[in-house]
């Protein structure tokens, strides 16, 4: 069974300018997630979608961060304009269902520096 | 919302040895608990789950955890640890209804051959 994949898999930008992640969960996850993983801290959710609707992005920074999932398989998440605290591991994950007892299955992560 | 407090960020250790990790959450309502390891140039993945029953479970590759609940505690325990335990180790928590993970800050563990 394939995982999770995402691309690219390391991004070097200036601050200001933009960026964009993809995300590929495995086949026939409905739920997806994007994770944010600063330098010695453990994963925070940013976005979680139910196919293609947002079911949680309280923690997303909104004015510059924008995610979405339009045909409910592959997503997409931006940054524009990137600061220099974007600087981390952007982490993909999928699960079959939201139910919470539902294992989690994480990509390899894109690994963003903001310069 | 939940939060998890894992301590002794970097543990070095020989092989051989007993590991034990650390993990505590805070929240008031019933939970589901989870430790995700990290090995080099691997992603996340899940090295065991808790939901209810038996507060003994057992994982992957000889780790265990035990969940009590009066200290809102979830440690995870390997008797002997090999130099392919080397990895990073993450207590993640949610709580029953809400998959929204919270996780810890990570335990880096390295084992000496």
């Known amino acids: 069974e394939a995982g999770v994949a995402q691309s690219p898999r390391y991004k070097i930008i200036e601050k200001r300018q933009s960026v964009a992640f993809w995300c590929n969960p495995i086949s026939g996850h409905a739920t997806l997630y994007w994770y944010q993983q600063i330098l010695g801290q453990g994963p925070k959710l940013l976005i979680q979608?139910?196919?293609?609707?947002?079911?949680?992005d309280s923690q997303l920074p909104k004015d510059r961060f924008s995610a979405e999932r339009l045909k409910g398989v592959d997503s997409t998440l931006k940054i524009q304009p990137a600061k220099l605290e974007d600087s981390a591991v952007y982490l993909c994950a999928s699960s079959l269902s939201p139910d919470s007892q539902e294992t989690q299955y994480f990509g390899p992560g894109t690994r963003l520096l903001v310069l | 919302a939940q939060s998890v407090s894992q301590h002794n960020h970097h543990v070095i250790l020989s092989e051989a040895a007993s590991l034990e990790l650390g993990c505590n959450y805070s929240?008031?309502?019933?939970?589901?608990l989870f430790w995700y390891v990290q090995y080099p140039g691997q992603h996340l993945q899940l090295l065991l789950k808790?939901?209810?029953?038996?507060?003994l479970v057992k994982g992957i590759k000889g780790f265990e955890a035990e969940f009590i609940k009066s200290k809102f505690s979830f440690n995870l325990r390997k008797p002997s640890v090999q130099w392919s335990d080397t990895a990073e180790y993450f207590c993640?928590?949610?709580?029953?209804?809400?998959?929204?993970?919270?996780f810890g800050k990570g335990n880096q563990v390295v084992v000496i051959p």
């Open positions: 929240y008031g309502g019933t939970v589901n």
């Open positions: 979608f139910q196919n293609n609707g947002v079911v949680d």
């Open positions: 993640a928590v949610n709580a029953k209804g809400n998959n929204r993970l919270a």
């Open positions: 808790y939901f209810s029953g038996d507060p």
